[in-house]
């Protein structure tokens, strides 16, 4: 069976490796893992095709046998149906192109085998989250991405920041997986089972039937369902669990692209939709769904607008576009969700690794007003990525063609039009505003990185670069002077990436131009349901009534993106000022969304200072000031003073200890038995 | 296995050898103590081979009336089959902990490890009463040896506070089991586990055998010996104390408290979730401020042997069989844990964290099992923390839904003191020139921690070997405790107008 070579051919590339270390050497550690993923990929593409002509049915292949505990019992198995063979081609092309980039932007990196042997890692854990046939392996994939991605966001072990962002990443998730736990617990309580279909089969007769939870009682399925969701937020860093996913930016830029952006984060929108049936019983827990997208989706958009650090830029918009995916789960429309989730897959990976193109061209530098007119130096990254950029703003005439993004994002909102419901209507309205700055941040990137005028002279990354590189000091001497004025090359040559680099990044602009057009059909159209074969929930009703919207619905978001990109140009481009006074303008409102609406602040002083606070207290106040002090050292002065002989003892004559207490044992033995 | 006495032979192995090492120079004691703990594991895979799963419940019986109400009764279930295999495979693994830290009246000390081994085998072999009783308090001698002789600077206050924590358990114990036998009238554990106390007695039998098992499990707050007794103990020591002493609180309870007092166990439920619920949010909080490594593994222990206790006091298959799988990861991973402090305090002689940091980089091997055992410790699926954990807590969900949100925050705060724990060895930069000079992992240290990490993975991956040899048993537990069980706080109530619904839903579905 082929997805039993898709799933641990990468496992067994990261032992390799990862054993291998330094023995083996950075080619070997490169070939090894690389080739492992350009396998699964080329095995995933043909079932996911099978899937899309129809000559494919859900199988489920068994592994080995996991815990049997009294009735509960899950077991090592592969599922593969029409939604797990979308995921298993996004993750295997998108790893796949991931770890041939790798070559390139790792190359001087002195810990390569390790840095392949995790994002292999991490491949395998994806798939085993994606072909689950039960709650628990899923919950498996879920904590092993966490755990990859932790090690690859702290992948510079050095970097202080990198260590904390790491550290964040895993416990912020982990309060994500808690809620999991919990769900699990109580799917198995209320079904008995913890298998996938099993529980989704039983899913609609349990509607209407109450539990009890922390002493109250509500409704089965809604409590279910939110608890599972909490696990969806941490891990596709949803509003209030989403602190970590900025600074997991600390990692490689590759890292980014593959675990922060195509694959890791959407696994929350992939379980919505897994479980889909089970969600479509509580209308709460849809609801609740639907309203947490919305809100990220427009939250982290304005967030998105205002941030410097190009990846960050990014990361702030992966964060938003999930939102979208959400909202779209929320109002039932699931093939959107995952349709977007696909085309998102590539035109965001294809933005970080094209990000990642350009910091590597700027010698490390990150932040944007550092960058400009780079258009001309690396023009291959500037045309993928804006393709990239045409994509996720979702450039398309309706009812004609268009970017991926067009079809993707453009059914969501409808969709979410198209629901009726006041849900759906406020998802409708933070969708739109969403798109908005989408278009606006994104072609603020654009504008900032590759227009302009060259501002790389304030850059210490390009100064460091520049110093290393020319040891003529008449040369030197005339580049000091542009230390002080921020505008100026500094005599700084940018160069274009290696080719292992550029071909992602083509490979990825052909996904983000034609991913939309080709699949649409397959994924949000009449006669879906076909496809994916009740692998989720498809409502057939909302595809029309998406068809069904008013014009100016369907015109409402190409509006937005013009709007968004008119603004865009005339702030970066037409006029520079305009920005700063903008800025100047709004005040505190621009430094509370600057500040990233003040959520790590918050969450500082709310629960990292009281945890170390308490810590302390508990130990000097609690096991030492009180448990000791009354226990055993009160008791140890009473004896201290009752007798001179306990004195003795209390100061170190074990062997007495040891003694006394057998003679009394045995002494206490003898009289029972005499008695 | 055709009457050979297999269970004396373990037990008579390492007593001897223990006996011959006291008379022999520093390195015949040693290759003689490895030797022996070899045997024993040797004998030990036998013995697992030879139980037969779904066969009788006690195997290997041996029986010798020694005089009237005393008898040398041995056997063993699948339960103590575990606990054992889990001794005799942590004993070569301490012994070679103590290869070249220990230089000082070696033979002695071998001695008083295989006399510890001996008692240990004798705690989960023993069929009588007294017996048990004999080898459940001797096992502190040695212990406490090990502690007070060859501990660190405060060892005599480490080794006199565990002294006085478990004497008072031990002895209300003592006057209890002498209760029990003189109502009873038999010394026989299997007689006794079937054995209908009245349940007012039960109460009070039942405080008795929890003020010793409490002691010893530990449970909040009578923990405060274990951190001094492991920062003081050497290595060897916390290795055996963590993997094995304190699975001697959890196996009296699953052993004594649960099938001998089912009516005051369930009675006594919920003292034993908030003890289990104070001690996960408190120790693991402690633990995230402690800058000595071995107290912090300490601290960490006390959180996860409370998800021991609250998985016992379950009172079902999962919460019970999770509790096993906890206390069975914990001995490895906490022994594991703590052997990974000794290598690197073997070499710069601190237990001091801020004295360490980026071994990353000058002990990559040693890094990466440090990983694998911290990642164990927080519960990762696919390793042994995982199975246990998540086994214990669906158990407890079942009869309380607050124990078990209070106790899975440990999954969050233990991901964070042991990360924080990881951080600081492991990763920054090298800012001690000492730390940064130290060697990687010799064979020796390999030899000890390659076997630990790969049953760490067989627990967390096909975890089926270990629960297998149980299930009878706990089944067997699990139905003497149904009488008893409370009904849980999360039970399924199923919607009044159903019928009323599925008309609607089956309208729909024709259209």
Redesign the interface.
């Known amino acids: 069976m082929s997805i039993l070579l898709i799933v641990f051919l990468p496992l067994l590339a990261a032992i390799i490796a990862?054993l291998g270390?330094?023995q083996l050497g950075n080619l070997a550690a490169r070939s090894v893992t690389t080739g492992a993923l350009i396998i699964a990929c080329a095995l995933s593409w043909p079932i996911f095709i099978q899937f899309l002509n129809g000559s494919a049915e859900a199988t489920v292949v068994p592994v080995?046998?996991?815990?049997?505990?009294?009735?509960?019992s899950f077991d090592?198995a592969l599922r593969v149906d029409a939604l797990t063979a979308v995921m298993l081609v996004v993750v295997t092309t998108v790893s796949a192109l991931v770890h041939l980039y790798s070559w390139g932007y790792m190359d001087e990196d002195p810990d390569q085998p390790r840095f392949f042997a995790y994002l292999s890692l991490f491949t395998f854990a994806m798939l085993m989250l994606v072909t689950a046939d039960n709650l628990?392996q899923m919950?498996?994939g879920w904590?092993?991405v966490g755990?990859a991605s932790?090690l690859l966001i702290?992948f510079w072990?050095?970097k202080?920041s990198a260590?904390a962002a790491?550290?964040k990443a895993?416990?912020v998730n982990?309060?994500g997986?808690?809620g999991f736990?919990?769900g699990?617990?109580?799917t198995?309580?209320?079904f008995g089972t913890v298998s996938i279909p099993e529980i989704l089969a039983a899913a609609?007769g349990m509607?209407?039937?109450?539990?009890?939870?922390?002493?109250y009682?509500f409704d089965?399925m809604t409590v279910l369902c939110i608890l599972l969701f909490i696990g969806a937020m941490g891990k596709s860093a949803q509003l209030g669990l989403h602190t970590w996913l900025p600074d997991a930016m600390e990692g490689p830029t590759p890292v980014s692209a593959l675990i922060h952006a195509a694959t890791m984060v959407t696994a929350g929108v992939f379980m919505v939709c897994r479980l889909s049936p089970m969600f479509e019983t509580s209308e709460t827990a849809m609801a609740f769904v639907a309203v947490i997208g919305a809100a990220t989706c427009f939250f982290a958009a304005t967030i998105g607008c205002t941030q410097w650090d190009i990846k960050r830029v990014i990361a702030y918009s992966t964060c938003s576009q999930l939102g979208y995916m959400f909202f779209a789960a929320g109002v039932g429309a699931y093939g959107a969700a995952m349709f977007h989730l696909f085309t998102h897959a590539f035109f965001k990976a294809l933005l970080f690794l094209g990000a990642g193109s350009v910091i590597h061209a700027m010698h490390h530098e990150q932040d944007m007003r550092f960058y400009g007119n780079l258009r001309k130096h690396i023009p291959i990254t500037f045309w993928t990525m804006t393709a990239g950029t045409l994509a996720i703003t979702g450039v398309g005439i309706a009812g004609f063609v268009g970017f991926a993004g067009f079809y993707s994002k453009d059914a969501i909102i409808e969709a979410a039009f198209g629901a009726g419901t006041s849900v759906g209507q406020f998802a409708f309205w933070m969708g739109i505003f969403a798109a908005l700055m989408t278009s606006f941040y994104s072609w603020r990137l654009v504008f900032l990185t590759f227009f302009g005028e060259a501002r790389w002279a304030g850059s210490e990354h390009i100064q460091h670069a520049v110093h290393h590189e020319h040891e003529d000091p008449s040369e030197e001497a005339g580049h000091d002077n542009h230390v002080e004025n921020p505008v100026g090359t500094a005599g700084y040559h940018p160069h274009e990436s290696p080719w292992v680099m550029l071909l992602p990044l083509v490979v990825l602009s052909l996904g983000a131009v034609f991913a939309g057009f080709v699949f649409h059909h397959s994924f949000i159209s009449e006669g879906t349901g076909e496809f994916w074969r009740g692998a989720l929930v498809f409502h057939e009703h909302l595809i029309d009534a998406m068809h069904e919207v008013p014009t100016w619905v369907k015109w409402s978001p190409f509006t937005v993106m013009a709007i968004g990109f008119v603004i865009a140009w005339y702030g970066y481009i037409r006029n520079t000022s305009f920005p700063a006074a903008a800025a100047e303008q709004l005040g505190p409102i621009y430094t509370f969304v600057y500040r990233k609406w003040m959520f790590d602040e918050l969450y500082h002083y709310l629960f990292v200072v009281p945890?170390?606070w308490?810590?302390?207290l508990?130990?000097k106040q609690?096991?030492?000031g009180l448990?000791?002090r009354f226990?055993?050292n009160g008791?140890?002065w009473v004896v201290a003073r009752g007798s001179t002989y306990a004195q003795k003892v209390?100061?170190?004559y074990?062997?007495s200890?040891?003694l006394v207490?057998?003679l009394g044992?045995v002494g206490?033995?003898s009289w029972?038995?005499a008695g | 296995m055709g009457g050979f006495p297999i269970l004396s032979v373990m037990l008579l192995v390492p007593l001897a050898a223990g006996l011959a090492c006291l008379f022999m120079d520093a390195k015949s004691a040693r290759m003689l103590a490895l030797f022996a703990t070899l045997v024993d594991l040797a004998l030990g895979a036998v013995l697992w081979a030879n139980f037969d799963i779904g066969g009788a419940q006690w195997q290997f019986t041996e029986r010798a009336e020694l005089f009237p109400g005393f008898s040398y009764a041995l056997g063993i279930d699948g339960i103590a089959l575990l606990l054992i295999m889990l001794s005799v495979f942590l004993m070569p693994i301490c012994i070679g902990a103590s290869w070249r830290s220990i230089d000082k009246r070696v033979g002695e000390y071998m001695g008083a490890f295989l006399l510890m081994e001996t008692l240990m085998i004798g705690v989960f072999a023993a069929q009588d009463l007294f017996l048990f009783y004999i080898f459940f308090e001797a096992g502190l001698i040695p212990m406490y040896l090990i502690i007070g002789v060859w501990g660190g600077a405060d060892r005599i206050y480490a080794s006199y506070k565990f002294f006085l924590y478990t004497l008072l358990g031990s002895v209300l114990m003592l006057i209890a089991m002498l209760w029990m036998v003189n109502t009873a009238g038999t010394t026989d554990i299997p007689t006794l586990m079937a054995y209908d106390f009245d349940p007012q007695a039960q109460t009070w039998l039942w405080l008795a055998f929890f003020a010793s098992f409490a002691v010893k499990m530990p449970m909040w707050p009578v923990h405060t010996w274990l951190p001094d007794a492991h920062v003081q103990a050497p290595t060897a020591g916390s290795v055996i104390l963590a993997g094995v002493l304190l699975k001697m609180g959890g196996y009296g309870f699953i052993r004594f408290s649960l099938p001998m007092f089912p009516e005051a166990s369930v009675q006594f439920g919920p003292l034993i979730w908030g003890l289990s619920m104070a001690a996960v949010v408190l120790t693991s909080l402690i633990a995230l401020v402690q800058h000595d490594m071995k107290k912090l593994i300490a601290y960490s222990s006390v959180a996860h042997m409370a998800i021991v206790t609250i998985g016992l006091f379950a009172f079902n298959a999962q919460g019970l069989e999770g509790s096993m799988m906890v206390m069975l990861s914990h001995g490895l991973v906490s022994g594991a844990l703590f052997l990974c402090v000794g290598i690197i305090y073997d070499r710069l002689h601190t237990r001091e964290i801020d004295r360490y940091g980026g071994l990353s980089i000058n002990m990559p091997r040693y890094a990466l099992f440090f990983m694998l055992f911290t990642m164990a410790s927080v519960g990762l699926p696919g390793t042994s923390g995982f199975v246990g954990e998540f086994l214990s807590l669906a158990g407890i969900y079942q009869v309380s839904t607050w124990t078990t949100l209070v106790c899975a925050t440990g999954i969050i705060l233990g991901a964070a003191y042991m990360l924080y724990l990881y951080r600081r060895v492991a990763f920054g930069d090298q800012k001690n020139a000492d730390a940064a000079a130290m060697a990687d992992l010799d064979a020796r240290e390999l030899l000890m921690v390659v076997p630990l990490g790969l049953a760490v993975l067989w627990m967390g991956v096909y975890p089926e070997s270990f629960l297998a040899p149980m299930r009878a048993d706990i089944a067997a537990l699990e139905a003497r405790l149904a009488r008893a069980a409370p009904e849980g706080d999360s039970r399924l109530a199923m919607a009044k107008e159903k019928p009323a619904q599925e008309e609607h839903a089956a309208h729909e579905g024709a259209h």
């Not at chain 1, 046998?65 to 009294?70: D, F, L, P």
């Not at chain 1, 039937?209 to 002493?215: A, D, E, N, R, Y």
């Open positions: 990862g270390n330094r080995l046998k996991w815990v049997q505990s009294g009735t509960m090592w628990v919950f498996f904590e092993g755990l932790y702290g072990f050095r202080p260590n790491a550290i895993f416990v982990r309060v997986d808690l736990m919990l699990i617990f109580g198995f309580l209320v609609p509607a209407g039937s109450t539990i009890g939870f922390l002493g009682r089965t945890a170390f308490f810590g302390r508990f130990w609690g096991d030492v448990i000791d226990g055993p008791a140890a209390q100061s170190g074990l062997y200890y040891a207490m057998l044992l206490a033995i029972v038995i």
